[in-house]
């Protein structure tokens, strides 16, 4: 899979290392956690046991966060 990854980078001129590992965390960080998925069903799709595993996957990004905080100041108004 690795190997696919590099001729797709290849084709689309991006100079970064592609792996399937940053996937993983492509997955967790910006089509999840930033789109609201809740870390218990990202953790499922990721196959993990434990949320701590998917913690480090899924960093916070601050996109989220602001979100996040817009939903709760839009609640106490």
Not at 33 to 58: C, D, F, W
């Amino acid at each position: 899979m690795n190997a696919y990854l590099k001729e797709i980078a290849d084709l689309a001129s991006v100079d970064k290392n592609l792996t399937f590992h940053i996937a993983r965390h492509t997955f967790a960080t910006t089509v999840t956690l930033a789109n609201g998925v809740p870390i218990e069903s990202i953790s499922s799709m990721l196959g993990h046991k434990s949320i701590r595993t998917t913690q480090i996957y899924s960093k916070v990004i601050n996109a989220k966060i602001s979100k996040d905080m817009d939903k709760l100041k839009r609640k106490l108004s």
